[in-house]
């Protein structure tokens, strides 16, 4: 990526965790509309109504689903392209791409720290100061890793 593209994203980005209002999974959604990275909500939302069982939904809520880490995850599943969850193979991680844990979600971005471990933007609560940190290895059990398009 180059550098005028990636300062041009990364004020996206703070536009986009500045209209989420300090909930990660709306970042992930606001996401989708900028860089069409991720499922928008009008895709998610399909397929929770075309698949609610796996979900494991028993009243849709149109408003709210599409930005829960959960619902996220079982999207993320079924139609984008799991990749590696190990941080050693980190040729496989690239900005752009998803990153799970049990209760938290957050963007790959494309800055390393000096292990070449990528950077994560994410928005873990209101006071945070840094929104794009070096989070990977610490933040828990890394549970999906995903890329809507190969």
């Known amino acids: 990526m180059n550098k005028s593209k990636s300062k041009k994203n990364r ?20 996401s989708a509309y900028w860089f069409h990275v991720i499922p928008h909500r009008k895709y998610s939302n399909e397929d929770i109504g075309i698949c609610p069982e796996a979900y ?21 599943e079924r139609n984008g392209v799991p990749l590696t969850t190990d941080l050693t193979e980190i040729d496989q991680w690239q900005g752009g791409d998803t990153v799970v844990w049990q ?3 957050g963007i790959v971005s494309d ?6 471990i990528p950077f994560v933007i994410h928005n873990a609560n209101p006071v945070q100061l840094q929104y794009e940190e070096d989070i990977l290895e610490i933040w828990g059990k890394i549970v ?7």
Request: aromatic share 8%; with cysteine; net charge positive.
């Open 11 to 30: 004020k996206i980005i703070r536009r986009i965790l500045c209209t989420a209002a300090g909930v990660m999974a709306a970042v992930i959604f606001y």
């Open 56 to 76: 494991e939904i028993e009243e849709a809520d149109r408003n709210i689903d599409f930005r829960r880490v959960k619902n996220l995850r079982v999207y993320l």
């Open 103 to 105: 209760k938290h979600i």
């Open 111 to 116: 800055i390393r720290n000096r292990k070449g």
């Open 144 to 150: 999906g890793h995903y890329r809507m398009s190969q």
